[in-house]
């Protein structure tokens, strides 16, 4: 059991012209590979609600802050291939960086607002390319339904703003993190983490959803 995999925008748009004609609803799981159940249960997601499902693989060096961060970022096409085959996913469109930025590339798509704070206080410039990347693969695939994990909560909000501000047709599907047992959110950047990190990462989950107890002094008067 294998699953096509797909290089180019023109194959692309050739595939998706062919399940348009037979009038079949198709679904985007944009993706950098490293797949783990996160992602496959966004792709289980997805063939729940589409007939056909097209996962992108695609490490965008325009979201990466650093390069070397982008070098140790993991790639792992093969095993990503293979664990997508026998759920019946569609297509893997795993594109050349030429194809997605070729030369003279010069358009940068920014969302205000939600884009800053959080996340995007850290990582300047993450979001711009994560918008980028993203509205180019919505545009690509013609997607009816576009999945994403709630992990990346900030992102969810950026891919939202831009598919209701550029008025493109795809509904936004928004899934429920998946956690490893010890409650650490699954992330292809986890095997990244020192056996130390590793130890003490689950416990952030458990910080951010503790409530602020009561001072001793604040009484409530009756
Ligand atoms: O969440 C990710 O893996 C990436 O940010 C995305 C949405 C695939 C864009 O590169």
Known sequence: M???????VAE?????????????????????GALHEGHLSLVRAALDRADRVIVTLFVNPKQFNSAADLAAYPRTEHEDAAKLAPLGAHMLYAPFASEMYPEGFATT??????????????????????ATVVAKLFLQTGADLAFFGEKDFQQLHVVRRIARDLDIPI???????VREEDSLAMSSRNVRLSASE???????????????????????ST
Do not use: N
């Open 171 to 177: 509904e936004i599907v928004a899934c429920p993190t």
């Open 12 to 32: 692309l748009r050739k595939a998706v012209a062919e399940w348009r004609k037979q009038d079949l609803k198709v679904a985007v799981v944009p993706t950098m």
């Open 198 to 220: 590793r130890q003490v990462a689950p416990r952030l989950a458990a910080i951010l959803s503790m409530r602020p107890s009561a001072s001793p002094g604040a009484r409530r």
């Open 109 to 130: 798509v920014s969302v205000a607002g939600v884009s800053e704070g959080l996340c995007g206080a850290y990582r300047p410039g993450h979001f711009d390319g994560v």
């Open 2 to 8: 294998s699953i096509p995999i797909v290089r180019t």
